[in-house]
């Protein structure tokens, strides 16, 4: 049965810490995957959890089977997060919620459930886009093309290339969209530029899916919401996949979370009775534990505070190494324009750096990239910064 089973690559971001656990070398430094860490470089446990968890462990509950789609105050948390508790979509009970297992299994449960919907449909993915979004639609079944995006001159967004993409799809096809802090790249579309957009989804019956794993982490909760929010106000349809593994640090609990957003209550009931069907041949229905912590947190104000008040401090010290990053290395290699360092948000920097510098940095330094150029900025701390702009600094130069 399996004489003949290929080897599969490793996979480009989760193989990365294989490889990196098995480097003895004391010095090494994880730039690969998206997580956050702290300045002594461990993940943290977010006090508003720990709290909360405490809690839940003094008065244990049992683990009865969930809601298919999770339970209401963990859904409707989500959708505060997103819409903002006074959405007009609320009231008009026009949003279906769904737990999901992380980010990825929401984008997984909204492919399956789109190929039921727009079977000849295709998928358009920014280039370059996170690598797993690729692989979710391909597996669902789509074939998956690129939008342009980025703009390797400018660092920043080939706007009028992504506009011309979009236009040329053919209706229905659907739109994969970073709503904050672009994976790979951390740069983002503007207000102004999300209304455009909008209209041209609505203009050419385009589906928009928002992938939102990084609320926060730019600029706050309600900011980051934008593109959301400038979907919603357009009344076109539109499917969202949440996260809470980065703004919570639940990484391992895979808590996230699909709205689809709809026109009717009757035409939201009958899409989450379809995604009822996607999720229950699929998982049957969610764990307990990490959206039991997340509902917990955002139900009290007091520990809503704190973790605001956390994940600014996140976001405030990504900010800082991003500032001190561009400083050593404008130092180290002059006449090389860094200020695409502080310019992107979110977790990633785009270095620009090819494969085979990628490589140079993973053999002679121990210090592990992406290999599209991609580090993670929050991994960078006070103690590993030098190290590793040094090491960056020197395969520039080659
Ligand atoms: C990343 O891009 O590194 C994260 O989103 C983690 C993952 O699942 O790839």
Same mark, same amino acid.
């Given at each position: 049965?399996? @004489?003949?089973?290929?080897?599969?690559?490793?996979?480009?971001?989760?193989?990365?810490?294989?490889?990196?656990?098995?480097?003895?070398?004391?010095?090494?430094?994880?730039?690969?995957?998206?997580?956050?860490?702290?300045?002594?470089?461990?993940?943290?446990?977010?006090?508003?959890?720990?709290?909360?968890?405490?809690?839940?462990?003094?008065?244990?509950?049992?683990?009865?089977?969930?809601?298919?789609?999770?339970?209401?105050?963990?859904?409707? #948390?989500?959708?505060?997060?997103?819409?903002?508790?006074?959405?007009?979509?609320?009231?008009?009970?026009?949003?279906?919620?769904?737990?999901?297992?992380?980010?990825?299994?929401?984008?997984?449960?909204?492919?399956?459930?789109?190929?039921?919907?727009?079977?000849?449909?295709?998928?358009?993915?920014?280039?370059?886009?996170?690598?797993?979004?690729?692989?979710?639609?391909?597996?669902?079944?789509?074939?998956?093309?690129?939008?342009?995006?980025?703009?390797?001159?400018?660092?920043?967004?080939?706007?009028?290339?992504?506009?011309?993409?979009?236009? @040329?799809?053919?209706?229905?096809?659907?739109?994969?969209?970073?709503?904050?802090?672009?994976? =790979?790249?951390?740069?983002?579309? *503007?207000?102004?530029?999300?209304?455009?957009?909008?209209?041209?989804?609505?203009?050419?019956?385009?589906?928009?899916?928002?992938?939102?794993?990084?609320?926060?982490?730019?600029?706050?909760?309600?900011?980051?919401?934008?593109?959301?929010?400038?979907?919603?106000?357009?009344?076109?349809?539109?499917?969202?996949?949440?996260?809470?593994?980065?703004?919570?640090?639940?990484?391992?609990?895979?808590?996230?979370?699909?709205?689809?957003? *709809?026109?009717?209550?009757?035409? #939201?009931?009958?899409?989450?009775?379809?995604?009822?069907?996607?999720?229950?041949?699929?998982?049957?229905?969610?764990?307990?534990?990490?959206?039991?912590?997340?509902?917990?947190?955002?139900?009290?104000?007091?520990?809503?505070?704190?973790?605001?008040?956390?994940?600014?401090?996140?976001?405030?010290?990504?900010? #800082?190494?991003?500032?001190?990053?561009?400083?050593?290395?404008?130092?180290?290699? =002059?006449?090389?324009?860094?200020?695409?360092?502080? #310019?992107?948000?979110?977790?990633?920097?785009?270095?620009?750096?090819? =494969?085979?510098?990628?490589?140079?940095?993973?053999?002679?330094?121990?210090?592990?990239?992406?290999?599209?150029?991609?580090?993670?900025?929050? @991994?960078?701390?006070?103690?590993?910064?030098?190290?590793? @702009?040094?090491?960056?600094?020197?395969?520039?130069?080659?």
């Amino acid at each position: 049965l399996f @004489a003949n089973v290929p080897l599969a690559p490793r996979d480009p971001i989760l193989g990365l810490n294989e490889a990196y656990a098995a480097d003895p070398r004391s010095n090494k430094v994880n730039l690969g995957v998206g997580v956050y860490y702290d300045d002594n470089g461990k993940i943290p446990l977010l006090a508003c959890v720990r709290e909360a968890e405490t809690a839940m462990a003094a008065n244990p509950k049992p683990r009865g089977y969930q809601p298919i789609e999770g339970p209401a105050h963990y859904t409707t #948390a989500v959708q505060h997060l997103l819409f903002g508790p006074q959405s007009p979509l609320l009231a008009e009970k026009r949003v279906v919620t769904a737990q999901g297992l992380g980010g990825t299994g929401a984008l997984r449960i909204g492919a399956d459930l789109l190929k039921r919907i727009v079977p000849d449909a295709s998928v358009y993915i920014s280039a370059p886009s996170w690598e797993n979004h690729r692989g979710i639609f391909e597996a669902a079944g789509f074939s998956v093309r690129e939008y342009r995006y980025f703009d390797a001159q400018t660092g920043g967004v080939d706007f009028a290339g992504m506009i011309a993409d979009l236009e @040329a799809a053919p209706a229905h096809s659907i739109i994969v969209l970073h709503a904050c802090c672009h994976n =790979p790249t951390g740069a983002d579309l *503007t207000e102004a530029q999300w209304q455009t957009v909008v209209e041209v989804c609505r203009a050419k019956a385009l589906v928009p899916f928002l992938d939102m794993a990084y609320q926060g982490f730019a600029e706050g909760i309600d900011a980051d919401a934008v593109a959301v929010r400038r979907f919603c106000d357009a009344g076109i349809p539109v499917l969202i996949s949440s996260s809470f593994s980065k703004n919570f640090s639940l990484y391992g609990e895979r808590v996230g979370a699909l709205s689809i957003v *709809t026109t009717t209550a009757d035409e #939201a009931a009958r899409v989450l009775s379809q995604l009822k069907r996607v999720i229950r041949t699929n998982y049957s229905n969610p764990p307990t534990h990490g959206a039991a912590l997340v509902a917990t947190v955002l139900a009290d104000s007091a520990l809503r505070q704190q973790w605001e008040t956390e994940l600014a401090g996140m976001r405030d010290r990504i900010r #800082a190494m991003r500032q001190g990053l561009r400083a050593r290395l404008e130092a180290a290699v =002059p006449g090389r324009d860094f200020t695409f360092v502080t #310019a992107q948000r979110g977790m990633f920097s785009y270095t620009g750096l090819t =494969p085979e510098q990628v490589e140079r940095l993973q053999r002679d330094f121990g210090i592990y990239a992406v290999r599209s150029g991609r580090i993670c900025v929050a @991994a960078l701390n006070s103690h590993n910064l030098d190290t590793v @702009a040094d090491a960056i600094a020197a395969v520039l130069r080659g």
